[in-house]
């Protein structure tokens, strides 16, 4: 069985160092698979790479064939099976939204354009890094030979959190507490929507009333990744490194056929009339590596609403960066 090959940018960052070791691990494609890692970072940060890359061999992961390192995603992308996109700039002091928008996006249009270049024609590409939708949309309009549906964004970590919370609610084990659906942007604009959700035998609408929804589960899980800063002084990690992981199984074909899970992926053609050119989280079903968009989930008109609110504001990120679209 060959390695399959994956690259991960930004691995020294919060995220991206504990992305690595679940990855090595076989927290992807499972212990006996073996994986080889294309790890990247910036420039400056190569000796942190190398300590990087020792660190791994030193935990001898039976999986783990291959390291290699740098910061050139031309070369780092070479046939690579896979690729989380992690590496991004932070918000800056006094940096605007645009400002942050208009930084990053350059580092995903490059990006794109080496995907396009040096990646497998069937790379898997997950974007993590934020406005990780809008990223998305600029890497998967520079991969021009590689098509859009093997892109997708990140809200795995905000399914799994409105997982928690109702768990939270009802008093129910989080795993009796089936998929919750999340529309539109990964922002505090995300829609979380429990009109197909089962706790146990009961449907969840039946647990916990939507004045309920609407007044807490909405704001709480929106403002879930701030509370965390707040209370450990650092954003979310390794929490979101597991979704990032469990999100790729989800894009490799890992998942039950039929599945249920939300993705943000490329808008073209979805059957809820939402802009065609955004990287949106919609309700998608598994079918191996494929997913489809499911057309029969809308919710209530009070949660439309809150997923038009962000539709408008995918639709003006992407204004912002039209210039990096091709
Ligand atoms: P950190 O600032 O800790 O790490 C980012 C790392 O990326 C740094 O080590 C930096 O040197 C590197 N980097 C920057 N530009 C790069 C480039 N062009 N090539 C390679 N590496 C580059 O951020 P961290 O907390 O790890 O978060 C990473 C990104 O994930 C951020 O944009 C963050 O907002 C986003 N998140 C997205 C989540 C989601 O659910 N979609 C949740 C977690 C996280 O907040």
């Known amino acids: 069985m060959d390695a399959i090959r994956c690259a991960v940018t930004g691995c020294l960052g919060n995220v991206g160092y504990n992305l690595v070791f679940f990855l090595a691990s076989g927290g992807v494609f ?29 935990c001898a992961f039976p999986a783990l064939h291959e390291i290699r390192v740098g910061s050139d995603p ?11 996109l992690v590496g991004a700039r932070p918000r800056g002091p006094g940096m605007e939204r645009k400002e942050l928008l208009q930084a990053n996006g350059v580092i995903f249009q490059r990006q794109g354009q080496a995907l396009d270049r040096s990646a497998k024609k069937r790379v898997r590409v997950l974007v993590v890094g934020n406005p990780c939708n809008t990223n998305c949309l600029i890497a998967l309009h520079n991969a021009k030979t590689i098509s859009p549906d093997q892109f997708a964004a990140l809200t795995r970590l905000d399914e799994f959190r409105a997982r928690a919370v109702l768990a939270k609610k009802t008093g129910a084990d989080v795993s009796d507490v089936s998929p919750v659906v999340i529309w539109g942007n990964h922002s505090s ?9 089962m706790i146990g035998k009961k449907a969840a609408l039946s647990c916990v009333d939507e004045a309920w929804i609407l007044s807490t589960m909405l704001p709480s899980v929106r403002k879930r990744g701030a509370e965390i800063i707040k209370l450990r002084g650092k954003s979310s990690s390794a929490s979101a490194a597991f979704a990032a992981v469990s999100a790729m199984a989800v894009m490799t074909g890992q998942l039950e056929e039929n599945s249920l899970v939300s993705m943000p992926v490329f808008s073209k053609g979805n059957p809820y009339g939402i802009d065609p050119n955004l990287v949106f ?8 590596d494929r997913l489809t968009i499911d057309p029969s989930m809308r919710p209530s008109d009070a949660l439309w609403k809150e997923v038009l609110v962000s539709e408008k504001e995918l639709i003006e990120e992407r204004d912002a960066v039209r210039h990096l679209l091709v």
Not at 281 to 288: A, E
Request: overall charge negative; proline content about 9%; some cysteine.
């Open 74 to 84: 031309f070369d780092l992308f070479g046939d690579i099976d896979c690729a989380f």
């Open 281 to 288: 989280s919609f309700p998608c079903r598994t079918h191996g």
């Open 30 to 58: 499972g212990p006996h698979q073996k994986i080889s890692l294309n790890l990247l970072e910036i420039p400056d940060l190569a000796p942190q790479l190398e300590g990087l890359k020792m660190e791994l061999e030193d």
């Open 189 to 197: 604009t995300l829609v979380p929507d429990i009109q197909h959700t």
